[in-house]
């Protein structure tokens, strides 16, 4: 069975940081570009970052720059998203998602939810007091 999943999400205080791991099987991700994108309440689906087969070339959504850190381990069939500085507008479902797209498109932002071929089924993040 093909699927991704998701882990690591859980209520954190603001300021605080979370680990989100993405998790495929049945499948390899070493030819597969990885989204994470994010859900909050009552709002659509939005892109949070994406990272290239290679890991050499990732992206970021303005609100996310310079507080999280997409990465990948080839070898484990993982992506992570590091999130530090967690903001109350952070909170939400995270879904992570494999999509076969060029290194360029994942550099400069060319890619969407049209382009995703395989989901994940998300997890909560809250950042709350």
């Known amino acids: 069975q093909l699927q991704l999943v998701e882990s690591g999400g859980g209520l954190v205080q603001p300021g605080g940081s979370l680990r989100l791991s993405c998790a495929a099987s049945?499948?390899?991700?070493?030819?597969?570009?990885v989204a994470w994108f994010r859900q909050a309440p009552g709002k659509e689906r939005e892109p949070v970052s994406c990272?290239?087969?290679?890991?050499?070339?990732?992206h970021y959504a303005d609100s996310v720059k310079g507080r999280f850190t997409i990465s990948r381990d080839n070898t484990k069939n993982t992506v992570v998203l590091q999130m530090d500085g967690l903001k109350p507008e952070d909170t939400g479902v995270y879904y992570c998602?494999?999509?076969?797209?060029?290194?360029?498109?994942?550099?400069?932002?060319?890619?969407?939810?049209?382009?995703?071929?395989?989901w994940g089924k998300g997890i909560l993040v809250t950042v709350s007091t």
């Open positions: 998602a494999a999509l076969r797209v060029l290194a360029s498109v994942v550099a400069t932002g060319g890619w969407s939810s049209y382009d995703i071929d395989y």
């Open positions: 049945g499948f390899s991700l070493d030819y597969y570009a």
């Open positions: 990272i290239s087969s290679s890991g050499g070339s990732t």
